[in-house]
């Protein structure tokens, strides 16, 4: 059986040649993902205004979506 | 005498730092300079809140970004809770946050800060986030950690100061999976210490002795609250140049709340200067364990809400959007420009809780439901 120890190692490990992996979509194929249209809430101040809406009138809150994200197109 | 879940201070903790956030985050590229100046107003259900946003955000040399937003809410409010319960109020909030990015390699870090006011509630948060790119940058991994203090007060009594601390978590994935699409993943887990409580609430209990045949009590809501959120987005870009996005939310939280939230939207362009965008957002919530609409008796549970966004209800958003980009400017160093105007309708029903206004006989008053139009107009400047 594997110990918790032993499965944080195989972790890092395989994080540790993360740089090598080959992307299987090429920069030059990402283009699209630079398109302003791309982003469903791509005005800052106007994605959170209306979240500040949802979370006023709602009992959940949090995991709205838009923290992150990255396009590697640059 | 206020009440204060018309407005929205008992949540102003991450998503008052979202406006600092570029929405097309990417890790490995500081955002854009721009400027925003936006009105925005919401309209629903006896309550009014206008104001405007302002957000700047400058690069300074190749590595650091900063930001500053300032936001104000003005309310008016003569709510159902309000004409229920107390008298309506007009208020003003106000909301000034910092934020700094810093890049590194692959990574960015961003820290900020956010302070929101009101003569009865006062907000600070402070905001850690790490992003960085991997799988030859097909990937993006960020995490985040919020820490928010708050101080709740009385009008009706200047002696009344309580604390709530709040702490948020959160871990999201970008995922670049073909050429056309990319997806999301996000967690998010919230935890309250405090005065949870809304001080100037009431839950309604049957008083046979009374004219309507109930009462009203102090609300007691427990000290602490756990929540968590998860949520997963995809965006789809479409062969002839518009793109579909989609997003579903799952939410659980120590109180009983269980939520789940489904968006889907189509963005499509028109030449090089118009965007034009739909959306439809449905939600749902359970209520939670201690909420009634009407309680049996006086003190009949040792926690009592009559909070209508804790109870069981569903809601229905439709927004249309359009961005226009001005013709080129020639002065000020100004890049490009746009004008935007999104509008939303929104449809709350609710199915246990009652409108205490109607009906002739307690418990038998109609369900509550109401629609609320939300109007937001921006310029942006990026330059």
């Given at each position: 059986?594997?110990?918790?120890?032993?499965?944080?190692?195989?972790?890092?490990?395989?994080?540790?040649?993360?740089?090598?992996?080959?992307?299987?979509?090429?920069?030059?194929?990402?283009?699209?993902?630079?398109?302003?249209?791309?982003?469903?809430?791509?005005?800052?101040?106007?994605?959170?205004?209306?979240?500040?809406?949802?979370?006023?009138?709602?009992?959940?809150?949090?995991?709205?979506?838009?923290?992150?994200?990255?396009?590697?197109?640059? | 005498?206020?009440?204060?879940?018309?407005?929205?201070?008992?949540?102003?903790?991450?998503?008052?730092?979202?406006?600092?956030?570029?929405?097309?985050?990417?890790?490995?590229?500081?955002?854009?300079?721009?400027?925003?100046?936006?009105?925005?107003?919401?309209?629903?259900g006896?309550?009014?809140?206008?104001?405007?946003?302002?957000?700047?955000?400058?690069?300074?040399?190749?590595?650091?970004?900063?930001?500053?937003?300032?936001?104000?809410?003005?309310?008016?409010?003569?709510?159902i809770d309000?004409?229920t319960?107390?008298?309506?109020?007009?208020?003003?909030?106000?909301?000034?946050?910092?934020?700094?990015?810093?890049?590194?390699?692959?990574?960015?870090?961003?820290?900020?800060?956010?302070?929101?006011?009101?003569?009865?509630?006062?907000?600070?948060?402070?905001?850690?986030?790490?992003?960085?790119?991997?799988?030859?940058?097909?990937?993006?991994?960020?995490?985040?950690?919020?820490?928010?203090?708050?101080?709740?007060?009385?009008?009706?009594?200047?002696?009344?100061?309580?604390?709530?601390?709040?702490?948020?978590?959160?871990?999201?994935?970008?995922?670049?999976?073909?050429?056309?699409?990319?997806?999301?993943?996000?967690?998010?887990?919230?935890?309250?210490?405090?005065?949870?409580?809304?001080?100037?609430?009431?839950?309604r209990?049957?008083?046979?002795?009374?004219?309507?045949?109930?009462?009203?009590?102090?609300?007691?809501?427990?000290?602490?609250?756990?929540?968590?959120?998860?949520?997963?987005?995809?965006?789809?870009?479409?062969?002839?140049?518009?793109?579909?996005?989609?997003?579903?939310?799952?939410?659980?939280?120590?109180?009983?709340?269980?939520?789940?939230?489904?968006?889907?939207?189509?963005?499509?362009?028109?030449?090089?200067?118009?965007?034009?965008?739909?959306?439809?957002?449905?939600?749902d919530?359970?209520a939670?364990?201690?909420y009634s609409d009407l309680?049996?008796?006086?003190?009949?549970?040792?926690?009592?809400?009559r909070?209508k966004?804790?109870s069981t209800f569903q809601s229905?958003?439709?927004?249309?959007?359009?961005?226009?980009?001005?013709?080129?400017?020639?002065?000020?160093?100004?890049?490009?420009?746009?004008?935007?105007?999104?509008?939303?309708?929104?449809l709350y029903d609710y199915s246990d809780f009652r409108d205490a206004l109607k009906g002739?006989s307690v418990a038998t008053e109609p369900l509550y439901s109401f629609s609320?139009?939300?109007?937001?107009?921006?310029?942006?400047?990026?330059?």
């Open positions: 059986m594997i110990s918790a120890r032993h499965a944080l190692l195989l972790v890092l490990a395989g994080l540790g040649g993360c740089g090598s992996v080959d992307p299987w979509v090429k920069p030059y194929e990402r283009q699209n993902f630079a398109d302003l249209i791309m982003a469903a809430d791509r005005d800052p101040v106007s994605k959170a205004y209306i979240d500040h809406v949802y979370e006023a009138r709602e009992g959940a809150r949090g995991a709205l979506g838009g923290h992150g994200g990255g396009c590697g197109c640059n | 005498m206020r009440n204060r879940n018309d407005v929205t201070s008992l949540l102003t903790l991450p998503l008052a730092l979202a406006s600092l956030a570029p929405a097309d985050a990417d890790a490995a590229v500081l955002p854009e300079d721009r400027a925003d100046a936006l009105y925005h107003r919401y309209d629903g006896g309550v009014t809140v206008d104001g405007p946003s302002l957000l700047v955000r400058k690069k300074f040399g190749e590595n650091f970004s900063v930001a500053a937003n300032y936001y104000v809410d003005m309310v008016s409010s003569a709510s309000v004409l319960q107390a008298s309506p109020y007009k208020e003003t909030r106000r909301q000034a946050s910092l934020a700094v990015d810093m890049l590194h390699g692959k990574t960015q870090y961003s820290v900020s800060y956010t302070n929101s006011e009101e003569d009865d509630y006062t907000a600070s948060t402070a905001s850690f986030d790490l992003s960085q790119d991997m799988f030859g940058d097909l990937t993006t991994v960020s995490f985040g950690f919020s820490r928010a203090w708050d101080e709740v007060r009385n009008n009706s009594d200047p002696d009344f100061k309580e604390p709530v601390d709040r702490w948020s978590y959160r871990l999201s994935v970008s995922q670049i999976v073909t050429p056309a699409l990319m997806m999301g993943l996000e967690v998010e887990t919230i935890t309250d210490s405090g005065y949870l409580n809304n001080p100037y609430r009431s839950a209990y049957l008083d046979p002795d009374a004219g309507d045949g109930y009462s009203w009590e102090p609300e007691v809501y427990p000290h602490t609250r756990t929540s968590t959120g998860a949520s997963i987005t995809a965006d789809y870009f479409l062969w002839y140049r518009a793109a579909v996005h989609g997003m579903y939310r799952y939410y659980t939280d120590s109180w009983g709340v269980g939520g789940n939230t489904l968006r889907v939207g189509y963005t499509h362009p028109i030449g090089d200067r118009w965007i034009l965008e739909a959306d439809y957002r449905w939600y919530q359970t939670a364990d201690f309680f049996p008796y006086e003190n009949s549970q040792n926690f009592m809400g909070d966004e804790l229905q958003m439709v927004t249309v959007g359009a961005t226009w980009r001005l013709p080129a400017l020639k002065w000020g160093g100004i890049e490009r420009s746009t004008v935007n105007v999104f509008y939303d309708h929104a002739d609320a139009d939300v109007l937001r107009v921006f310029l942006s400047v990026w330059f």
